[in-house]
């Protein structure tokens, strides 16, 4: 499948910090959602956006579609240590069915 | 809890072994996907099914991998002789058509082959 790039790798931060994220690709995607994993857990939904130049916000996480349709980011303000896990971005590229597209994601850190 | 549930969340198998698993998606999604995850990576795509139609498979599905969704509700992955290299965690997925982008995952079966 068509590979997304991650970054950062992983981050390390201190508790109440703001985090961004981003993912970008060579082809352009009709939807882009963000996903968090757990060790040992499946990933768990967290944003999903379905137009370019779309804004939208789940609590303290805020993800926006690029306006190129090639890339996505993810913030999160004031982190806490529940933050901690891995964050995957994926996307869903036009006349390519349902399967979706998964970045290597981003290790996050957060010491209290 | 009305989430896609997976089972066995473990499995232990020798080289050469068949092994099955079973997946549970949301009541009335009528999408199920499966898709195999290795450490450090994102998770693959392997193939989905619409009700009980499979109507897409990866190139990772090799002809030793099945699956099945007989009455278009939980779905079974069979893997047949199996090998090293299929170690690695298989997570199911669902959605509701016609928000299908929205796919809500198991926890996963993790499978080690020894």
């Known amino acids: 499948g068509q590979q997304l790039n991650q970054s950062p790798q992983s981050m390390f931060i201190q508790e109440g910090e703001d985090v961004s994220m981003n993912c970008t690709s060579s082809?352009?995607?009709?939807?882009w959602l963000w996903y968090k994993q757990d060790p040992g857990e499946g990933p768990v939904l967290l944003i999903a956006?379905?137009?370019?130049?779309e804004l939208t916000s789940n609590g303290r996480l805020t993800a926006q579609f690029g306006i190129t349709r090639k890339d996505s980011f993810l913030n999160i303000s004031a982190s806490i240590p529940s933050d901690v896990g891995i964050y995957f971005c994926?996307?869903?590229?036009?006349?390519?069915?349902?399967?979706?597209?998964f970045g290597k994601g981003t290790s996050l850190l957060v010491t209290p | 809890d009305t989430g896609v549930s997976q089972n066995p969340r473990h499995k232990i198998t020798k080289r050469g072994q068949n092994v099955t698993f079973r997946c549970d998606p949301i009541?009335?999604?009528?999408?199920l996907y499966w898709y195999r995850q290795t450490l450090g990576q994102g998770p693959e795509f392997l193939t989905y099914?619409?009700?009980?139609?499979?109507?897409?498979k990866s190139r990772l599905l090799s002809d030793r991998f099945s699956a099945e969704r007989p009455k278009g509700s939980f779905s079974t992955l069979e893997i047949q002789r199996t090998e090293q290299g299929d170690s690695a965690m298989y997570l199911c997925?669902?959605?509701?058509?016609?928000?299908?982008?929205?796919?809500?995952f198991g926890p996963g079966t993790r499978l080690t082959v020894t």
């Open positions: 956006l379905y137009k370019a130049g």
């Open positions: 994926a996307g869903q590229r036009p006349n390519s069915g349902y399967a979706l597209n």
């Open positions: 997925a669902s959605s509701l058509s016609p928000s299908s982008y929205e796919q809500y």
């Open positions: 009541s009335e999604h009528n999408r």
């Open positions: 082809s352009i995607f009709n939807t």
């Open positions: 099914f619409q009700n009980e139609a499979q109507l897409e």
